[in-house]
């Protein structure tokens, strides 16, 4: 008759499996912390693409996704783990062998984690194009300085006509009101005189800028919003607006109003590029 020995478990044993227990509860919690910071970071692109209408519409939905995936994977883990280490104990009571055999949880955990590795890896060679295009005239917008009278001056990589061009597309596309093109130097023309290439851009949406007007009249008089374009003495194209810090301190505006206006911040740096 074959004869079985019941396995006496020590304290060693029961603290090696707490041990293991609070591994798998950190690996949850760095699971859903980077599955948040992720999420988190998926809506801020989604935004800083939303207040960059001129861009190619790009999806940036999936980085919520991974990351929600993530979180979930964390929750599952825990779930998992409080199971795996209750499950231990008592077979450590029982005087039956634990540790025989491999983790049924860390061989899941691991194929989950290559498997989104492997997608995340993918999502990130497919827009890597977009990168360097958005990056940089984010850059040149932040580095650009509102001077004492308020006005921002952007540099344009096109010409006056085909700057004026798009504006107009990406107007029409955000159903942002185009309520005039101001030719100046088609007018100067006609009386005889020369003038540069230059061009007013008058628009604007009655949805955003009411509130402004309601919360300050005096808005009224720098509203509809306006872009010059204008090509100077050397025959470089630049792009100005009057900046939306500068109109919110000259009008009182309330802070929670100023992203009605800062979209000029971003039709200008889109069709400078």
Do not use: C
């Not at 060693?12 to 499996?17: G, H, S, W, Y």
């Not at 958005?134 to 096109?158: D, L, W």
Request: glycine share 6%; no cysteine.
């Amino acid at each position: 008759m074959e004869n079985h020995e019941t396995y006496h478990a020590g304290p060693a044993d029961f603290l090696a499996v707490e041990r293991t227990f609070l591994a798998w509860i950190r690996t949850g919690l760095a699971l859903m912390a980077l599955g948040f910071v992720l999420a988190r970071f998926g809506l801020f692109l989604q935004e800083f693409n939303f207040a960059r209408p001129a861009d190619h519409a790009v999806s940036y939905g999936y980085s919520l996704w991974f990351g929600t995936l993530l979180i979930l994977l964390g929750v599952l883990v825990s779930v998992l783990s409080l199971i795996r280490y209750l499950r231990l104990i008592a077979q450590l009571k029982s005087g039956v062998p634990s540790f025989s055999n491999a983790s049924a949880l860390a061989i899941a955990v691991a194929i989950l984690l290559a498997t989104l590795g492997l997608a995340m890896s993918y999502y990130l060679v497919a827009t890597r194009h977009v990168s360097a295009f958005n990056f940089s005239a984010f850059k040149e917008t932040a580095m650009s300085q509102t001077p004492e009278n308020g006005i921002v001056h952007i540099a344009s990589q096109h010409s006056v006509a085909d700057t004026v061009a798009k504006l107009e597309s990406t107007l029409q596309a955000k159903n942002i009101k185009l309520f005039a093109v101001v030719d100046h130097s088609g007018e100067a023309e006609k009386v005889g005189l020369a003038m540069p290439n230059t061009k007013l851009l008058i628009f604007g949406n009655p949805k955003g800028g009411t509130p402004l007007m309601l919360s300050s009249p005096s808005v009224a008089l720098d509203f509809p919003l306006k872009i010059l374009v204008a090509e100077d003495a050397a025959g470089k194209i630049w792009i100005s607006y009057n900046a939306p810090a500068y109109l919110q301190q000259r009008h009182n505006l309330p802070t929670n109003l100023l992203p009605n206006i800062a979209v000029i911040e971003a039709l200008a740096s889109n069709a400078a590029q």
